[in-house]
């Protein structure tokens, strides 16, 4: 019975990849399955149950809203002389055909025995379920840090705390396009030191 899960597993995260937004063919997300997948989050592992993560989902027209703030935050932020109509169109219409866009929060908890660093290590797992759960649903999914993620402008826009950290905007839908074939730079063994 457990070797059959760890086949299941296995074969889910190996499945597991990329679709950018563009790549969605716009059917939703129903909110059984959304709920699903965040109650998965859930169960990542955190130092002392702090659960850091928290994520903010937007769908139908907030979506679409959400892209226009996200190029109006760039268009806003960005010196004249360096400020690109294209990356503004780019921006606004970076929710592509997703049925849902979540941007996931690490909210900085206030028992300073807690590293920050295990903070975001427990929030990119509660991340990395929710991928991985997708994938199993048959839900095309998209990491992104581009465009504003990171910038203090967007941290502010959503109102966080100091020490607060957006880790990444999750595009979540489904799509027509053949899975492809999955990739690694090099072999988990050009990565591991045994000591024995």
Not at 86 to 94: D, G, I, P, S, V
């Amino acid at each position: 019975m457990a070797h059959n899960k760890f086949e299941t597993v296995s074969a889910v995260i190996k499945e597991r990849r990329s679709t950018k937004a563009a790549s969605m063919n716009g059917n939703k997300i129903s909110q059984e399955n959304m709920d699903a997948l965040l109650e998965l989050a859930n169960w990542a592992p955190t130092h002392g149950r702090t659960q850091p993560w928290h994520f903010i989902i937007y769908t139908g027209q907030s979506l679409i809203d959400f892209g226009t703030e996200h190029a109006e935050l760039h268009k806003t932020h960005t010196p004249a002389e360096t400020y690109n109509p294209e990356t503004y169109a780019k921006l606004q219409q970076a929710m592509g055909q997703a049925s849902h866009m979540v941007i996931a929060v690490m909210k900085r908890g206030e028992n300073p025995k807690i590293p920050l660093l295990e903070e975001i290590a427990a929030c990119a797992a509660a991340v990395q379920n929710i991928l991985i759960g997708a994938t199993a649903m048959g839900i095309a999914s998209f990491w992104s840090s581009g465009g504003f993620t990171h910038h203090k402008a967007l941290h502010q826009h959503l109102q966080l705390a100091e020490h607060d950290m957006v880790m990444g905007l999750l595009y979540l839908g489904y799509t027509d396009e053949p899975a492809r074939e999955g990739k690694r730079a090099t072999p988990i063994t050009d990565r591991i030191v045994w000591n024995k």
